[in-house]
């Protein structure tokens, strides 16, 4: 069994930081990337940045770009996401994704976290 455990959201005001953990844990051989999206009220879930564990590349989304930075412990199986400037537009739930092999020839699978809520105010 896999798990994703994420903590650190909160309520905070207008032009504050942030920071997001997500633990993977459980039956894990390798962990191909790990990532973060959002989601607010009444919206579709939205994918913020993404990381290759190897080789470490990162892609993110516009809206985050320059605000958000993902970082990772793989000794942890942990990644991070700084959320510095924060605007009453990043209030959403937070989750993580991860895509996971539980051994050398299984498949990789899509794991998610039970999300965060983070809630920024004016």
């Known amino acids: 069994q896999v798990q994703l455990v994420e903590s650190g959201g909160g309520l905070v005001q207008a032009g504050e930081s942030l920071r997001l953990s997500c633990a993977a844990s459980g039956s894990i051989f390798s962990i191909d990337t790990m990532g973060w999206y959002r989601q607010a009220p009444g919206t579709q879930r939205r994918a913020l940045v993404a990381?290759?564990?190897?080789?470490?590349?990162?892609t993110y989304a516009d809206s985050v770009k320059g605000r958000f930075a993902i970082s990772r412990d793989n000794a942890k199986n942990t990644v991070y996401l700084q959320m510095n400037s924060l605007k009453p537009e990043d209030t959403a739930v937070y989750y993580c994704?991860?895509?996971?092999?539980?051994?050398?020839?299984?498949?990789?699978?899509?794991?998610w976290g039970q999300g965060t809520q983070v809630t920024v105010s004016s």
């Open positions: 994704n991860a895509l996971i092999r539980r051994s050398l020839l299984a498949a990789t699978r899509d794991y």
């Open positions: 990381l290759i564990t190897s080789g470490g590349s990162t």
